[in-house]
């Protein structure tokens, strides 16, 4: 790389720090109150190589790549809007950003008018450029010419050959929307994150997340909300435009003008998309004196006009490269809110739920232990106002923690205790689908949803990616699937789902509810169920399904998979590839509606000759590092001989702490527990 391109600017490093099981790199440098830099699509850090030089004399400047950019990692997600905001929130939050600026580019200015919206702890004031300031009711609406482009480069099958294969988005784009050539040097700069068609999904995502005809419905939400945060909100904002710009342009900058309301507008001078190609300096004298005259913030008493990075922890190597020389505190006015209590979801099975607040208590700690850092303590119930709350300590949960935790399984809603004032905590859950798609299929024998959810997220807490809880489509295999119960509760958080059952009769019955389903729902889909044929004989039946929430993610082929065999338990791996699931969630038939049958014994009360002849095979079809979970009744197999079985398979059995804290009576015939281990 030439000196022209060198990076990063001096005076700044390089630094990295651990995000939801992958990372996200930055570079920072400078003293004074924190700017935090967001680059946008198909761009990184690098973009702002040459407006950061004019603000490290006064401000501590950090500019991130956004996550599968840059150097950042590529961690296996969607790269959906949803996606990038969960990963940027969760860097603000592990780097203690608290009170700061954002100045967003493209993406990044959409980005950080989400942030600001959410979390207004995080962002004190705000400066965009060039970022999608509303949606789109048409193509045409984009431009001549920007329409019919990103109209194209939308079609299914044009974009992957274009974006993916050929790169050109980077190739072209890119240095099309800058008046000024880049340099050999500087455009491989660019180049270099997207080496390969894989690395290059992040630019393909973003391009089919521009929210045109109400299509990403997400994201078409957001940038509306947006409108309201950048025109009206009641922190400092400015708006930097260039001449004639281009998603930004004179139409924007009027109305922006005529509806802004203390809306700060700068023009830099002529450029078109990439400004900070352009414009550099005088991007950078613009931000520098926007920046001095807030040194006697306008809300007064607000903490959210304390600019400051809060203590972290020097210990960390990549907190050494952020705080190198500069000593900081924490703002005195931001209060730490640490006691927290939540109702539990009402149950219509009377029996579980006398026992749901002792088993989300458990729940509880394995989140605690999992995600949270191990902060939460003091779990217990409590009444207030003469009802029965759970009560936790916890420091302050950020709004990363308060969506992992929005996924309890008995969790109703959430509050944070203040004195007698109890404010509520937004809850955000993973679902994608009505409640209709766990609670609808009735069936004797049928297991209560509320502990099938609670035995998914413990099995998926206890394995190596629950860091990645909010952002991995896991893949979920049931061997004992009956009638889909854990199968529907993994497709509603957005899984991929896979299931055996030796019945042939249940599979018959789940294959004609889910394609009933996918039809009254609307949703985009193929589905089929039809015989399996191994030398001309049928061996099994097989259902599969692909379909979307949105219709945008399944024309882009960003699709949940449903694919079920009637067959016995331990053929499993005939259908399925080893090590293919992250998690296996099963319920042992408990000998009283259900026996165990296994392939040598025939039908047994007892489901521990099942578990140790099917044990071998489950555990086969784990990657390393995913986790098996399983409930069965204690009346007709012990806890020790149960976990003997999944050790004996190569396992390693998760058994202290709040795994011991699962027990409950589901009726006189039935005391059931759970057992969870890790494959290594």
């Given at each position: 790389?030439?000196?022209?391109?060198?990076?990063?600017?001096?005076?700044?490093?390089?630094?990295?720090?651990?995000?939801?099981?992958?990372?996200?790199?930055?570079?920072?440098?400078?003293?004074?109150?924190?700017?935090?830099?967001?680059?946008?699509?198909?761009?990184?850090?690098?973009?702002?190589?040459?407006?950061?030089?004019?603000?490290?004399?006064?401000?501590?400047?950090?500019?991130?790549?956004?996550?599968?950019?840059?150097?950042?990692?590529?961690?296996?997600?969607?790269?959906?809007?949803?996606?990038?905001?969960?990963?940027?929130?969760?860097?603000?939050?592990?780097?203690?950003?608290?009170?700061?600026?954002?100045?967003?580019?493209?993406?990044?200015?959409?980005?950080?008018?989400?942030?600001?919206?959410?979390?207004?702890?995080?962002?004190?004031?705000?400066?965009?450029?060039?970022?999608?300031?509303?949606?789109?009711?048409?193509?045409?609406?984009?431009?001549?010419?920007?329409?019919?482009?990103?109209?194209?480069?939308?079609?299914?099958?044009?974009?992957?050959?274009?974006?993916?294969?050929?790169?050109?988005?980077?190739?072209?784009?890119?240095?099309?929307?800058?008046?000024?050539?880049?340099?050999?040097?500087?455009?491989?700069?660019?180049?270099?994150?997207?080496?390969?068609?894989?690395?290059?999904?992040?630019?393909?995502?973003?391009?089919?997340?521009?929210?045109?005809?109400?299509?990403?419905?997400?994201?078409?939400?957001?940038?509306?909300?947006?409108?309201?945060?950048?025109?009206?909100?009641?922190?400092?904002?400015?708006?930097?435009?260039?001449?004639?710009?281009?998603?930004?342009?004179?139409?924007?900058?009027?109305?922006?003008?005529?509806?802004?309301?203390?809306?700060?507008?700068?023009?830099?001078?002529?450029?078109?998309?990439?400004?900070?190609?352009?414009?550099?300096?005088?991007?950078?004298?613009?931000?520098?004196?926007?920046?001095?005259?807030?040194?006697?913030?306008?809300?007064?008493?607000?903490?959210?006009?304390?600019?400051?990075?809060?203590?972290?922890?020097?210990?960390?190597?990549?907190?050494?490269?952020?705080?190198?020389?500069?000593?900081?505190?924490?703002?005195?006015?931001?209060?730490?809110?640490?006691?927290?209590?939540?109702?539990?979801?009402?149950?219509?099975?009377?029996?579980?739920?006398?026992?749901?607040?002792?088993?989300?208590?458990?729940?509880?700690?394995?989140?605690?232990?999992?995600?949270?850092?191990?902060?939460?303590?003091?779990?217990?119930?409590?009444?207030?106002?003469?009802?029965?709350?759970?009560?936790?300590?916890?420091?302050?949960?950020?709004?990363?923690?308060?969506?992992?935790?929005?996924?309890?399984?008995?969790?109703?809603?959430?509050?944070?205790?203040?004195?007698?004032?109890?404010?509520?905590?937004?809850?955000?859950?993973?679902?994608?689908?009505?409640?209709?798609?766990?609670?609808?299929?009735?069936?004797?024998?049928?297991?209560?949803?509320?502990?099938?959810?609670?035995?998914?997220?413990?099995?998926?807490?206890?394995?190596?990616?629950?860091?990645?809880?909010?952002?991995?489509?896991?893949?979920?295999?049931?061997?004992?699937?009956?009638?889909?119960?854990?199968?529907?509760?993994?497709?509603?958080?957005?899984?991929?789902?896979?299931?055996?059952?030796?019945?042939?009769?249940?599979?018959?019955?789940?294959?004609?509810?889910?394609?009933?389903?996918?039809?009254?729902?609307?949703?985009?889909?193929?589905?089929?169920?039809?015989?399996?044929?191994?030398?001309?004989?049928?061996?099994?039946?097989?259902?599969?399904?692909?379909?979307?929430?949105?219709?945008?993610?399944?024309?882009?082929?960003?699709?949940q998979r449903l694919d079920v065999v009637d067959a016995d338990t331990t053929r499993l791996l005939e259908f399925f590839r080893p090590g293919s699931a992250d998690l296996v969630v099963t319920d042992l038939p408990y000998g009283v509606q259900h026996a165990s049958q296994t392939a040598g014994r025939g039908r047994a009360r007892s489901p521990l000759d099942l578990l140790a002849e099917a044990a071998p095979v489950?555990?086969?079809?784990?990657?390393?590092?995913?986790?098996?979970?399983?409930?069965?009744?204690?009346?007709?197999?012990?806890?020790?001989?149960?976990?003997?079985?999944?050790?004996?398979?190569?396992?390693?059995?998760?058994?202290?702490?709040?795994?011991?804290?699962?027990?409950?009576?589901?009726?006189?015939?039935?005391?059931?527990?759970?057992?969870?281990?890790?494959?290594?």
């Amino acid at each position: 790389m030439t000196e022209q391109a060198a990076w990063p600017p001096p005076g700044m490093s390089f630094g990295e720090a651990p995000v939801l099981g992958s990372r996200m790199a930055f570079v920072a440098g400078g003293s004074g109150d924190t700017v935090l830099f967001l680059h946008g699509n198909p761009t990184s850090s690098f973009l702002w190589r040459r407006v950061l030089p004019g603000l490290t004399g006064s401000a501590r400047c950090v500019a991130v790549d956004l996550i599968g950019m840059g150097r950042s990692g590529k961690p296996d997600i969607g790269y959906r809007f949803a996606d990038h905001a969960a990963y940027l929130e969760a860097f603000a939050d592990q780097l203690g950003l608290r009170g700061i600026t954002v100045v967003g580019h493209d993406w990044g200015a959409v980005l950080g008018l989400d942030l600001l919206r959410r979390r207004p702890d995080v962002v004190g004031q705000i400066a965009v450029c060039e970022g999608h300031l509303h949606p789109f009711d048409r193509w045409e609406d984009m431009g001549p010419g920007a329409g019919e482009l990103f109209s194209r480069l939308r079609t299914p099958g044009v974009g992957e050959q274009l974006v993916l294969q050929e790169n050109f988005f980077v190739e072209q784009v890119l240095p099309g929307g800058m008046n000024r050539p880049l340099t050999a040097a500087e455009h491989d700069a660019y180049r270099d994150p997207f080496a390969t068609p894989r690395d290059r999904l992040p630019v393909l995502r973003w391009i089919q997340q521009i929210p045109v005809g109400g299509h990403p419905a997400d994201v078409d939400a957001a940038v509306r909300r947006n409108q309201d945060a950048l025109l009206r909100g009641p922190v400092p904002r400015l708006l930097l435009h260039g001449v004639p710009g281009s998603v930004v342009g004179a139409a924007e900058v009027d109305w922006c003008r005529r509806d802004g309301a203390g809306l700060e507008i700068v023009s830099v001078g002529a450029g078109t998309h990439f400004l900070p190609e352009d414009q550099p300096e005088a991007i950078s004298r613009a931000l520098a004196a926007w920046l001095g005259g807030r040194g006697d913030c306008r809300l007064a008493g607000d903490p959210r006009c304390r600019r400051t990075l809060p203590d972290m922890a020097p210990d960390i190597p990549w907190n050494r490269a952020v705080l190198a020389g500069r000593p900081l505190q924490s703002p005195a006015s931001i209060r730490l809110v640490s006691r927290y209590a939540f109702l539990v979801l009402p149950s219509f099975n009377r029996v579980y739920a006398d026992a749901s607040a002792t088993l989300v208590r458990a729940e509880l700690e394995v989140f605690s232990a999992a995600v949270l850092g191990g902060r939460v303590s003091e779990a217990g119930g409590t009444d207030i106002g003469g009802v029965r709350y759970v009560t936790f300590e916890a420091g302050e949960l950020t709004g990363q923690d308060a969506r992992l935790l929005s996924n309890l399984s008995s969790l109703y809603a959430l509050f944070a205790v203040e004195g007698d004032v109890l404010r509520p905590v937004p809850v955000h859950r993973l679902d994608r689908y009505g409640e209709d798609l766990v609670t609808i299929l009735k069936y004797q024998g049928k297991t209560n949803e509320q502990f099938t959810k609670l035995l998914l997220n413990v099995t998926l807490l206890s394995s190596a990616f629950a860091p990645e809880m909010l952002t991995r489509r896991f893949a979920v295999l049931d061997p004992l699937c009956g009638r889909g119960t854990t199968l529907n509760q993994a497709l509603m958080y957005g899984f991929d789902a896979y299931g055996c059952d030796t019945s042939r009769r249940d599979v018959e019955a789940y294959a004609v509810f889910i394609q009933r389903w996918l039809k009254d729902k609307r949703l985009k889909h193929q589905a089929g169920f039809a015989p399996v044929r191994r030398e001309r004989q049928v061996v099994a039946r097989r259902l599969t399904a692909s379909f979307a929430a949105a219709k945008e993610d399944y024309k882009a082929g960003d699709v949940q998979r449903l694919d079920v065999v009637d067959a016995d338990t331990t053929r499993l791996l005939e259908f399925f590839r080893p090590g293919s699931a992250d998690l296996v969630v099963t319920d042992l038939p408990y000998g009283v509606q259900h026996a165990s049958q296994t392939a040598g014994r025939g039908r047994a009360r007892s489901p521990l000759d099942l578990l140790a002849e099917a044990a071998p095979v489950w555990a086969r079809a784990l990657r390393p590092g995913g986790a098996l979970g399983v409930s069965w009744n204690t009346f007709v197999a012990g806890r020790e001989e149960a976990a003997q079985a999944l050790t004996a398979a190569g396992l390693h059995v998760l058994s202290d702490g709040p795994y011991l804290n699962f027990r409950h009576r589901v009726d006189q015939a039935i005391m059931r527990d759970i057992l969870v281990a890790r494959k290594p």
